[in-house]
């Protein structure tokens, strides 16, 4: 071969005598050969692809740009080169003898080259990006190779005269144009056209070094640092990265995957049933419930259907994870390329490194070989950099992407799905599905290569050492095998520690949101001390379990093994979950079929495949245009009759044929979390004078007149902030304005209210209504419309029994006309005993009444009149009743109008923070943990790294040895000394990070419990405006998550931090140590890296708010989804709300992708600077050669090559600390809220106050909050010793304000308060709510025991709680109980009827005996019995006290020595009832409409 190559170039082509000398040299038929073939060899094999886009592009080239110019202008110039020296040797040929072929060829081959060079440029103008990274690689490799030719030639022209000048002059040409050619194709060549396209996402056009660097992300980092990123400053997501074209393919792939595992389903299924012996065996499901809408007549007993189905149904297995293989396998296969590379550079760094000492310890060597080796090691440390983080990139974005991908797949199966299917899985599962499950597909696709890669490693790691130690490996291997079952066994038992958290986690979280729930309680009966002490208890028992785990963790380090166990959980819920059957309507027709709109043919229905039908042979005709009743008893089939219209049903036989498009009003409303208008206009386009006509006729008008921003009004989660009758309104209002040619509307009359209803029909539904001219099927109980309607359908069991008019089947007294008579009678009650109440307060209102008085206007007409009471006295109920429903990410309405009306938004929007974190915050944790405890674990560490420099310098010392002791016996006691100091040391460093951790735990644990401390304590003692205006939610989350990250995440991330910090500053001293030098390169790099580092955190950290801010909406839009699906399939909207998912996920891909690039181009800046640091080390060790011993050496470098990694995780830490030190910012903030007045003060009340229960109110005057209307506007009266007095007045008037006042629960705006003599407001609020007593409005009951929920403080003998029951009506209920007096309330008293609530509660009254009750008049929640108990008790029991009670309903009060009439804030009229009723004044009008003419008819 070599012979060969020497003709060919005509010298010798190796001679390794050119090496062993100090000025070494490679031979020049080396140079012309290997090393010019070497890139051209490379790019030939690579290059032709690059013209691909020229032979298929049909796109139009881009314009030609200067850099595009500059690139041709190098290559031709590069051309004209090579063309010279082909001339040259031409000429010289002919002089003399004839050339070596060498020098023909090289320049042809270069000819060539140039050319396919200038091709490859013009060819990328067909594409986005105009950079080749093919041509880069070859520049890069071309000028790495022509270094040593250069460096020849110029030491050859230093010694002597040049032989041959042209061929030099054109060599120096050459490498000129290829160095500029070089740096050019380093910058973008951006096209004018692209300018857009780089402005919305620059990656797509960034040049090859631009993408490997991340260089293209730095405008970003700037942005971040300049000011905190909002989500419009992020990037654009490339468009093959978006979730619709991610999912497009996953869908392919899943389609085919799941048709095959469904075949192999089957065959399992059939081996089952040939192994039973049982051919037709049906799985025996019970007869399923209807289904989205819990229909609220079918109230047929439901049994448990997992109780009955056996084991969990049979599913498509096995397909998930190859359908994510095979959507995503080049992904996959890239990254094991670069992990492969990655791992196999890994190995080559110590191998350099042994020949660097070998070279320092050889005195012989030539210097040459270090710069050598340290270039080496600078190149592979590089290399290496790159590899990785082009790794973990592709990791993440694999990561992104399934979980993108899986996410989507799971909203379009649930569009989809059979409601045999749905009914498997809760929402609240089917979000945890895409919360949980598919976040941990996103952690598994970052470890997943580690499967292979780990044991890679560990087997060359092995082989290496084997190679360098012999046989003494095998201790090692033994130790690591030896500590595998010690580490399972403290993994177990940390588990274990860990559910047991859960559990206590769980039940703290439960009774603060009872707390929260039912705050009111709380202060008006002074239980806070009582609940605080069962919270801490639980928080103690927390707190002990968690101080055990992180001993653990400090006694092992963990092995997570968990994450591909976990994995497997995931696949199967998926694969259950995806595989599921999707809903089939192959029944439903759209033949055009004349005079027929709906016609059903023999159809029969049921809700599973094998379930019991639940409409048969149904055969209909529907004319188009007309009006259908359906009418039945409870249980008939009239909500499954629609559903099958809608194909959300299993056809059994026979088919319904529908013509036209439909709208579809469901029983329960639907309203999803937009503003007003968006519901009704649900995706049409807005036409304002039919959007009017609509809203007019649904009597929506006095309903936007209430609202604070009328239609512009954003309607909170599951249409919180409107009413029943609202809502429904809405409902229907989407439906009229949807312009469909078939309305399906079931029941939607059953939430308003009479005179409404009988609105809408004459407005909407009727024959004079907007509908007029479509056809309309309605489900109705009510019988007053049936005579307008053109016919009615009755239903028996789900079949018809009979249909006509209203006459017809009058006369053929059947069914219909007995249901007539069983129902007439109680409606004409109804409507009758509805007209009355409407001018009163009415029955059913739930008396809240303070927010703002009610529009006292004269009443438009019955129905705006009740409209509006509906609606105030829903808002008012809604903004108390906020503290209760948790609305955590309340969204601002998408547009906003130009200015906030006051009250358009109900919550404040939750701040999110920008901005560094205040360092204060770290001050103010390291104080909770205690200032010495920070000091000692600080030392601690201090003392750990100490003996780790110790153990180094001693190893690197003991190595020296070796040398010393060249070819004599090695002293014994030289070496005991050795091994005894080295263990020594090793077993110091390990007790030095036991103290360490130990303590660090200690101090967390006390700072968790002080913080948590804090806030309960602040939160318990806050005033009720608080809770009224912050949403529970967000209360709940700052005991939830934020407490969470103080007590397990921060103390890891100040751990980590703190080591890391120690870890890089003894790296550093030992570089120094080593090479003294050294410490010139730190100061720059350090300057570098602090700068990299500020720029970097503040984008990091917004980044990763953004990512939490913007991950909720997809998990509400998912459950409205969900909850809404019929009203969604009936209107045929699935793809639009597939596409709102589509970009809801859009958003947080991009900044959840965002952050992650975010971290590679910190990681790629560091990595550089680290490789500088370990070129410099091993550069300052070549050259400081003569003055070291090898074994320090190897110590300097090896730390250098270290601490690239550990600065890395410096900057992680510490951005993770920052991030995560928020939730102490967090936590804070509510332990700063103001709190009410004190609850004990120096005065305290006289012994057995108040004894007589007089009460005094002197110009009283009271406001909910500081910026709102006066309530009270000026109260002067008394009230006497025992008096009975009753409170009444109409919504709004201040009835409930009375009693928040004489509880503090307002505090006086003016006037004062004396009972018995005493100021109330001069005595600690403890002291004056303990001696009151209320029976509150609604019955509040907390998880616990009954007696808990009697005498929370056990202050009273048994005996006397069960007197108190006994007088209650209570004590025979009690005493059937197995437990009796411990029997356990569940959460919300949900296992008591509400009747017995109630009078819990009066039995909590009777236990305190105090002189003065207030009787809140729980209407709503009591029937008329268990009234008539609680009345009469009063009377009895509390004949020596004073009571007051507020009443809505008149009767009650009728016996009363006194009765006070409140209007708007002011005591209107005051007196006995029998004279007020003489009077003709307020209170005998109200007397009237409630039907009192004198006291007698009062009386139960």
Not at 147 to 165: E, G, K, N, T, Y
Not at 707 to 713: E, F, I, R, S
Not at 759 to 764: K, P, S
Not at 847 to 853: A, F, K, S, V, W
Request: with cysteine; charged share 20%.
């Amino acid at each position: 071969m070599s012979a060969a190559l020497e003709e060919f170039c005509g010298s010798v082509f190796w001679n390794a005598s050119y090496l062993a000398r100090p000025d070494a040299d490679l031979p020049v038929c080396f140079q012309q050969t290997v090393l010019v073939w070497v890139p051209l060899g490379f790019f030939w094999i690579l290059a032709p692809w690059q013209l691909l886009p020229m032979c298929k592009s049909r796109a139009k080239k881009s314009s030609v740009t200067k850099l595009y110019i500059i690139k041709q202008v190098l290559a031709t110039l590069l051309m004209l080169t090579a063309v010279a020296e082909l001339a040259l040797a031409f000429v010289e040929d002919t002089e003399q003898d004839p050339l070596p072929a060498v020098q023909y060829t090289n320049p042809s081959l270069y000819i060539a080259t140039w050319l396919l060079v200038l091709l490859i440029h013009d060819a990328r103008r067909f594409c986005l990006c105009r950079d080749s990274g093919i041509l880069f690689c070859f520049w890069t490799l071309s000028l790495l190779c022509g270094i040593l030719p250069f460096q020849s030639l110029f030491r050859r022209a230093m010694q002597a005269p040049i032989s041959d000048v042209p061929r030099f002059v054109l060599f120096f040409i050459f490498y000129g144009l290829q160095l500029l050619l070089f740096l050019v194709s380093g910058f973008s060549d951006v096209a004018p056209e692209t300018k857009e396209i780089r402005k919305k996402n620059p990656e797509v056009t960034a040049s090859f070094l631009s993408s490997i660097t991340f260089e293209w992300y730095t405008s970003m980092v700037f942005k971040g640092y300049r000011k905190p990123l909002e989500i419009e400053d992020i990037w654009e997501l490339k468009g093959k990265d978006k979730t619709q074209a991610i999912y497009a393919v996953l869908e392919k792939n899943m389609k085919t995957a799941v048709r095959k595992a469904q075949a192999e389903l089957e065959k399992r299924k059939r081996k089952k049933r040939c192994r039973e012996g049982d051919p037709d065996h049906g799985n025996n499901m019970s007869k399923a419930q209807s289904q989205d809408i819990l229909v609220l007549e079918e109230k047929q007993p439901k049994r448990k259907k997992k109780g009955n189905s056996g084991p969990r149904k049979d599913f498509p297995r096995g397909w998930l994870v190859k359908t994510l293989c095979k959507t995503f396998w080049q992904n996959l296969l890239l990254s094991v390329a670069f992990k492969l590379v990655h791992d196999g550079l890994v190995f080559v760094s110590p191998q350099l490194l042994k020949l660097l000492i070998t070279f320092v310890s050889d005195e012989e060597s030539f210097a040459w070989q270090g710069y050598l080796y340290a270039i080496l090691l600078f190149l592979t440390a590089l290399i290496q950099s790159l590899c990785l983080q082009q790794y973990f990139s592709l990791c993440f974005q694999l990561g992104i992407n399934v979980r993108a991908s899986l996410i989507a797949a799971i909203y379009k199966k649930a569009l989809t799905m059979s409601s045999a299917t749905r009914k498997e899985s809760t929402v609240g599962e089917t979000v945890n599905l895409m919360s949980a499950d598919a976040q941990r597909f996103m952690d598994m696709a970052n470890f997943i290569h580690q499967l292979w890669s780990s044991p890679l490693q560990i087997i060359l790691s092995i082989v290496f050492l084997w190679g360098e130690l012999g046989p003494s490996v095998l201790a090692g291997i033994a130790v690591m095998v030896l500590l595998i079952p010690i580490n399972g066994f403290l993994v177990a038992k940390a588990k274990t520690i860990q559910v047991r958290n859960m559990k206590n986690k769980d039940e703290r979280m439960k009774i603060m949101s009872e707390i929260l729930n039912g705050i009111k309680i709380l202060k008006l009966f002074a239980w806070e001390p009582s609940f605080e002490k069962r919270v801490n208890e639980i928080r103690a028992r927390e707190l002990t379990d968690l101080m055990n785990f992180s001993y653990l963790q400090s006694i092992s380090v963990f092995v997570f093994t968990c994450a591909p166990f976990l994995t497997n959980v995931s696949t199967e819920r998926l694969e259950r979950y995806l595989g599921g059957e999707d809903l089939d309507t192959s029944a439903i027709h759209h033949n055009p079929i004349a005079g027929s709109a709906v016609r059903f043919l023999e159809a029969t229905f049921a809700w599973e495949q094998d379930g019991n039908a639940a409409i048969r042979d149904v055969t209909l005709d529907i004319a188009p245009g007309s009006l259908v009743a359906v009418v039945g008893a409870v249980g008939s089939g009239k909500s499954s009759l629609v559903s099958a219209m809608l194909g959300e049903m299993e056809n059994i036989k026979g088919h319904i044929n529908i013509q036209g498009s439909l709208a579809y009003v469901p029983q329960q409303a639907w309203i999803q979390n937009a503003t007003l208008k968006d519901n009704i206009l649900f995706g049409s386009e807005l036409d304002e004078p039919r959007y009017q006509q609509v809203i007019k006729a649904c009597a929506l008008l006095p309903d936007l007149e209430l609202l604070p921003a009328g239609d512009q009004t954003e309607i909170g989660e599951k249409g919180i902030n409107l009413s029943g009758g609202q809502k429904q309104r809405v409902s229907l209002a989407r439906a009229v304005y949807s312009n469909a040619d078939i309305y399906v509307l079931d029941d939607p009359l059953s939430a308003v209210d009479a005179h409404v209803g009988k609105y809408l029909f004459e407005h909407v539904l009727g024959p004079k209504g907007l509908l007029q001219k479509k056809t309309r099927i309605l489900v109705t109980h009510s019988i007053s419309f049936l005579p307008q309607v053109d016919n009615i359908v009755v239903l028996v069991a789900g079949a018809v029994s009979e249909h006509g008019s209203y006459s017809t089947l009058l006369a053929n007294r059947g069914a219909f006309a007995q249901f007539l008579n069983l129902y007439g009678s109680q409606e004409e009650d109804a409507s009758e005993k509805n007209s009355t109440a409407v001018a009163l307060a009415g029955d059913e209102e739930p008396g809240d009444e303070d927010i703002e008085p009610c529009m006292e206007e004269g009443p438009d007409d019955v129905v705006t009149m009740t409209l509006k009471r509906e609606a105030s006295i829903h808002q008012r109920e809604f903004s108390r009743s906020l503290s209760k429903s948790s609305i955590n990410s309340w969204k601002k309405a998408r547009e906003e109008p130009p200015e906030k009306l006051k009250g358009q938004q109900l919550i404040e929007k939750e701040a999110v923070e920008t901005g560094k974190v205040k360092f204060s915050m770290y001050l103010r944790y390291l104080r909770a943990l205690g200032l010495w405890y920070s000091f000692w674990v600080a030392m601690g560490y201090v003392g750990q790294y100490v003996a780790f420099v110790g153990t180094n310098l001693w190893l690197s010392a003991w190595t020296d040895d070796a040398q010393r002791y060249l070819n004599q016996t090695y002293p014994v006691e030289q070496r005991d000394l050795r091994i005894g100091v080295f263990g020594a040391l090793g077993v110091s460093q390990a007790l030095f990070l036991l103290f360490a951790t130990i303590l660090s735990a200690r101090g967390a644990m006390r700072a968790s419990r002080v913080m948590h401390q804090q806030l309960l304590s602040n939160i318990l003692r806050v005033p009720m405006s608080f809770f009224d205006t912050t949403p529970t939610g967000r209360i709940v989350n700052r005991f939830a998550k934020d407490i969470f990250t103080i007590d397990e995440t921060i103390p890891m991330s100040f751990r980590s931090w703190l080591s890391c910090f120690m870890a890089i500053i003894s790296t550093l001293l030992m570089i120094a140590l080593a090479t003294p030098f050294f410490a010139l390169v730190i100061i720059p790099l350090s300057i570098f890296y602090y700068f990299v580092l500020r720029f970097y955190v503040s984008t990091s950290r917004q980044l990763r708010r953004l990512d939490s801010v913007t991950r909720s909406p997809i998990y509400s839009h998912f459950g409205e989804t969900v909850s809404g699906l019929s009203v969604i399939r009936a209107y045929g909207h699935q793809e639009r709300f597939v596409q709102q998912n589509e970009s809801t996920m859009d958003i947080n891909q991009k900044s959840v992708y965002s952050w992650i690039v975010s971290n590679r181009w910190l990681a790629i800046r560091l990595e550089f600077v680290g490789s500088l640091v370990v070129f410099f080390s091993a550069l300052l060790a070549v050259i400081s050669k003569s003055t070291l011993q090898g074994g320090i050496v190897g110590l300097s470098v090896s730390s250098a090559l270290n601490v690239t990694q550990t600065l890395n995780w410096l900057v992680r830490t510490s951005s993770e600390l920052e991030t995560n030190i928020v939730a102490v910012e967090r936590v804070h903030e509510y332990t700063k809220v103001k709190n009410e007045a004190p609850w004990v003060t120096e005065k305290r009340p006289p012994r057995g106050w108040p004894s007589k229960g007089e009460i005094q109110f002197i110009d009283y005057k009271v406001r909910y909050r500081p910026e709102l209307e006066l309530v009270l506007q000026g109260i002067t009266c008394n009230i006497g010793s025992t008096e009975k007095v009753g409170v009444v007045g109409r919504t709004g008037a201040g009835k409930s304000s009375l009693t928040n006042c004489l509880f503090r629960v307002l505090e006086a705006a003016g006037g004062t308060i004396i009972i018995d003599e005493v100021d109330i407001a001069t005595i600690g609020l403890h002291d004056l709510r303990q001696n009151l007593t209320i029976i509150p409005q609604d019955p509040v009951l907390f998880t616990g025991t009954l007696r808990m929920n009697l005498d929370p403080f056990d202050q009273y003998t048994d005996k006397e709680v069960w007197k108190a029951l006994e007088l209650a009506h209570l004590k025979t209920y009690v005493q059937d109980l197995p437990k009796g007096l411990l029997h356990l309330v569940t959460e919300g008293g949900e296992n008591l009827s509400v009747g017995q609530r109630q009078l819990l509660c009066l039995a909590r009254a009777l236990l305190r005996k105090a002189k003065i009750l207030i009787l809140d008049e729980a209407t709503a929640a009591v029937d008329l019995e268990t009234d008539h108990l609680i009345q009469t008790t009063i009377r009895s029991e509390f004949a020596a006290c004073t009571v007051l009670t507020i009443a809505h309903r008149l009767h009650t009060i009728m016996d009363s020595n006194r009765v006070m009439v409140l209007q708007a804030g002011r005591i209107v009229e005051y007196d006995s009832p029998e004279e007020l009723l003489k009077k003709q004044g307020v209170f005998s009008v109200m007397a009237k409409d409630a039907g009192i003419v004198n006291i007698e008819t009062t009386m139960l």
